[in-house]
């Protein structure tokens, strides 16, 4: 997980890819799948930027398996599967929702 964020943040030049980081990998028992969830650290995340960026890294997973071959040692270096993770902007939700409660409560509670 490291060693791919380290490589899109300095080896990945595709504009569409921009500021991401990596919230979670999962690898299948065989390895030979990896399913990366990435989140973009900018405001304006529309679905439509969403889908460039994993485009844009589902391009360059190829390059991305072969410079993780020469990195880390393992007898399959899984084929890397990018999906959108959208927990952080559920956080940011939940907490706006948990603010706005807050505010219409009396401040003696």
């Known amino acids: 997980m490291r060693e791919l964020a380290q490589m899109i943040q300095h080896e990945v030049s595709d504009p569409r890819v921009g500021m991401v980081t990596i919230s979670h990998v999962d690898v299948t028992s065989d ?3 990896a399913k990366v969830l990435v989140t ?5 995340n529309s679905e439509e930027d969403m889908n460039e960026c994993i485009a844009g890294l ?3 997973a190829g390059f991305l398996r072969r410079r ?7 007898r399959n ?3 890397l599967r990018f999906k959108y993770d ?3 902007e ?6 706006e929702l948990i603010a706005k409660a807050n ?3 009396p401040e003696d509670e």
């Not at 993780?68 to 393992?74: D, F, K």
């Open 31 to 33: 390895m030979k799948y």
């Open 40 to 44: 973009r650290l900018t405001t304006n």
């Open 58 to 60: 589902s391009n360059a």
């Open 68 to 74: 993780l071959a020469g990195r880390i040692e393992l």
């Open 77 to 79: 270096i899984p084929e």
């Open 86 to 88: 959208k927990s952080l």
């Open 90 to 95: 559920h956080g940011f939700h939940m907490d």
């Open 103 to 105: 505010k219409d409560l």
